[in-house]
Nanobody, 126 residues
Framework: QVQVIESGGGLVQAGGSLTLSCASSGRTFISYAMGWFRQAPGKEREFVAGITWSGGRTSYVDSVKGRFTISRDNAKNTVYLQMNSLKPEDTAVYSC???????????????????WGQGTQVTVSS
């Protein structure tokens, strides 16, 4: 049984910070990477950040570079997304998933991921 559970979302003022957590169980440890995605109303789900199992490589969408930091604690089987300098444009449902596709890079396509969590709402007010 593979389970992914996100937490840490909420309502914050623009410029504020939130830390999201993605706790997983099952065989997510055999995945190449874990990724965070987000989906705003009327928008397609987009890749936000990813990290390899070893933590040696990370990837970010341009719009969050310098503001968001992805990290992981394999002992706790948890991936984190530290979000600073939040903007109203960051408002979305954030989901975590495991990349199982064999690759030398962190994938950005949703098709490369499986075992999605239920998502956690992040709302940034102006």
């Amino acid at each position: 049984q593979v389970q992914v559970i996100e937490s840490g979302g909420g309502l914050v003022q623009a410029g504020g910070s939130l830390t999201l957590s993605c706790a997983s169980s099952g065989r997510t440890f055999i995945s190449y990477a874990m990724g965070w995605f987000r989906q705003a109303p009327g928008k397609e789900r987009e890749f936000v950040a990813g990290i390899t199992w070893s933590g040696g490589r990370t990837s970010y969408v341009d719009s969050v570079k310098g503001r968001f930091t992805i990290s992981r604690d394999n002992a706790k089987n948890t991936v984190y997304l530290q979000m600073n300098s939040l903007k109203p444009e960051d408002t979305a449902v954030y989901s975590c998933a495991a990349q199982y596709s064999v690759s030398s890079t962190i994938r950005r396509s949703v098709n490369a991921y499986a075992y999605w969590g239920q998502g956690t709402q992040v709302t940034v007010s102006s």
